[in-house]
C-alpha cells in the first residue's frame, strides 16, 4: 500500500502525458482537459491517503501568491458573470476557471507530501514536461493555433473595449473564444482560416492574460519567480560544495523552465498540470505539515471518489460525441444522429448541441435527394433548429450558435414560407453579426434568407457587405451575379 502512494501520483502524471499524445488530434483538447482533470483526483486522494497538508503558518511567499492567483481567478469568474460557460468548459478547455484552480490548488497541497514522494513526483514531472515539449516537433499533424502577435493583438483589442476592468480581471474565463470572434484581425481574411475559430490562444499564458486579466497572470508570474529565488537562496546559502550547490539549484531552473513553457508552448491541459506540479514537488526539504483526522481523511476521500465519478460520466458523454463525430465522417447520418442524441441527454453542451444541429441539417439535404415524404424533411431541419436554438439558450455569447440557428431556420423557410421563419431568422444572423463582425460569411447566409423570402435587393446589400469584407470571396460573388 505504502508503495502504491508513494507512486500512484507520479505514474498518473506520466500516464496522462502518454496517452494524450496516443490520441487522435480532433480529441485532444477535450481529451487532454479530461485526462487532467482524472490526474488530478489521482493525486487529491493519494495525499489524502497520506493524510497530511501543509500548515498555512508556514507557507512562503510563493504559496500566499498562488492563493492571491486563486481569489483573482474567482474574482474573474463573479465580474464575468460567465458562471455556467464556465463549468461546461470544464471537459472541453483547458482555460476552464474550475481547471485552474486545482491546478493552482495542488502546488499549496503537494507541498504536504514526504520528501521522497515530491522528488518522485517532480521526475515524473520533468520527463512529463520533456514529453510535451517534445511531441510537437515530431507530428506529422499540424493543429493550428493563432499566433502569439495574433493574441496579443486581440488582448489590445479587448482592453482597449473594456477599460481598466478587462485590463485588470480579464473579460472572464473560457471567454477567449468570444474575443477572438469580436476582435480577430481583418487580415485573417485573406488566409485559409478566415472562417476558423479558435478556443485558445497562441500560448497559456497569453490565453489566462485575456480570459483572466493582468492580475491573475501576474501574480502567477510572482508565485513561480518566488518560489525559484527561495530555493536558489536556500541551496546557496548551504555549506557545500560549488558542484553539489550547482545540482541543488538544477531543480529551480527546470521550474523556472516550466514558467517559460507557459509562455510559449501550445496550450494543453496536460502541459498546465504538469507546470503546476513542478511548482508544487520541486521543494525537497521538510516543511511543517498538519495530520488530518479520520473523519476529515474520509470525507476528503468520499469527495474525491465522487469527482472522479463525475468527471469519468462526462467523459463518457464526449466518448459518445466523437464516437457520432467519426461516424458523420463516415457518412452514417443516421447513427451519428443517434449517438450524438444519447450523448447529448448524459451532458448537455452547447457544443455537442451545434454538432446536432449540423448532423441534422445534413441528414435533411440528404432525405430531400432521396425523395421522401416533406414532413420527414422538414421534422430534420425543424430539430436542427431546435438544437441551434438550444445552443443559443447555453451559450448565447458564441457567435457561431446564432449564424447556425439562422442557417437552420432559412433551410425550414425553403420548404416551408412561413414569415416568423424570416424574422427569427434574421434576429439570428443580425446576433452573429453583433458578437462575429468580421465574418462575411454571415451576411452571405443572411442573402440567401431575403432570396427565399423574396426580397433580393435585401439580398445584394448583404452580399456587398460580404464582398466589402472579403473581395475573393466566391460563393458570395457568385451568388451576387446570379440575383443581378
Known amino acids: 500500500m505504502r508503495i502504491v502512494r508513494t507512486f500512484l501520483p507520479a505514474l498518473a502524471l506520466v500516464l496522462v502525458c502518454v496517452v494524450y499524445m496516443l490520441l487522435p488530434l480532433a480529441t485532444q483538447d477535450a481529451g487532454g482537459a479530461l485526462l487532467s482533470c482524472a490526474a488530478i483526483g489521482v493525486v487529491l486522494l493519494a495525499i489524502l491517503a497520506w493524510g497530511y497538508v501543509p500548515s498555512p503558518r508556514h507557507w512562503h511567499v510563493s504559496q500566499w501568491l498562488l492563493v ?9 469568474v463573479l465580474l464575468s458573470k460567465n458562471y455556467a460557460h464556465a463549468l461546461w468548459g470544464f471537459s472541453f478547455d483547458m482555460t476552464s476557471a474550475f481547471f485552474l484552480l486545482f491546478v493552482f490548488v495542488l502546488p499549496l497541497i503537494v507541498g504536504g507530501l514526504p520528501v521522497h514522494v515530491r522528488r518522485i513526483i517532480f521526475l515524473a514531472s520533468c520527463v512529463s514536461l520533456a514529453l510535451l515539449l517534445i511531441y510537437p516537433l515530431v507530428r506529422s499533424e499540424v493543429y493550428v493555433r493563432p499566433s502569439n502577435d495574433a493574441t ?5 483589442a479587448s482592453y482597449a473595449d473594456g477599460g481598466t476592468r478587462a485590463l485588470l480581471v480579464g473579460v472572464g474565463p473560457n471567454s477567449f473564444l468570444y474575443a477572438w470572434q469580436k476582435y480577430r484581425p481583418t487580415a485573417v481574411l485573406t488566409t485559409p482560416f478566415w472562417n476558423e475559430d479558435f478556443p485558445v490562444g497562441g500560448s497559456v499564458l497569453a490565453t489566462l492574460m485575456i480570459e483572466c486579466g493582468v492580475l491573475s497572470v501576474l501574480l ?11 530555493e536558489v537562496w536556500r541551496s546557496l546559502t548551504e ?14 531552473w527546470i521550474v523556472l523552465g516550466s514558467l517559460f513553457a507557459l509562455m510559449f508552448a501550445e496550450p494543453s491541459a496536460p502541459l498546465v498540470l504538469v507546470c503546476g506540479m513542478l511548482l508544487g514537488s520541486f521543494r525537497f526539504h521538510t516543511e511543517p505539515r498538519i495530520v488530518l483526522g479520520p473523519w476529515t481523511r474520509g470525507a476528503g476521500v468520499v469527495v474525491g471518489v465522487a469527482y472522479l465519478c463525475v468527471v469519468a460520466y462526462i467523459a463518457t458523454a464526449v466518448i459518445f460525441y466523437f464516437s457520432a463525430f467519426s461516424k458523420v465522417q463516415a457518412q452514417d447520418l443516421t447513427s451519428a444522429q443517434h449517438t450524438g442524441e444519447y450523448s447529448y441527454q448524459l451532458y448537455k453542451n452547447p457544443q455537442t448541441a451545434r454538432f446536432l444541429s449540423q448532423t441534422f441539417r445534413s441528414l435533411g439535404h440528404e432525405l430531400g435527394r432521396t ?6 424533411i422538414q421534422a430534420s ?14 451559450e448565447p455569447q458564441n457567435g457561431q450558435n446564432w449564424k447556425l440557428l439562422g442557417i437552420s431556420l432559412a433551410e425550414e423557410l425553403a420548404l416551408q414560407k412561413n414569415a416568423a421563419f424570416f424574422s427569427e431568422g434574421k434576429k439570428a444572423f443580425d446576433t452573429a453579426a453583433v458578437r462575429i463582425p468580421a465574418d462575411p460569411s454571415i451576411f452571405f447566409f443572411e442573402a440567401q434568407l431575403y432570396i427565399l423570402a423574396g426580397d433580393r435587393e435585401g439580398a445584394k446589400s448583404l452580399l456587398d457587405k460580404a464582398l466589402a469584407l472579403k473581395p475573393d470571396y466566391t460563393e458570395a460573388n457568385d451568388l451576387r451575379t446570379a440575383i443581378q
Open 68 to 76: 492571491a492567483c486563486i481569489g483573482s481567478v474567482f474574482v474573474s
Open 152 to 156: 496579443m493583438g486581440i488582448e489590445a
Open 220 to 230: 502567477l508570474c510572482l508565485a513561480y519567480l518566488s518560489a525559484c529565488a527561495e
Open 239 to 252: 555549506e557545500y560544495s560549488i558542484i553539489r550547490k550547482s545540482l541543488y539549484t538544477l531543480p529551480a
Open 371 to 376: 425523395h421522401v415524404g416533406q414532413d420527414t
Open 381 to 394: 431541419f425543424h430539430a436542427a433548429s431546435a438544437y441551434a436554438r438550444a445552443a443559443t439558450v447555453q
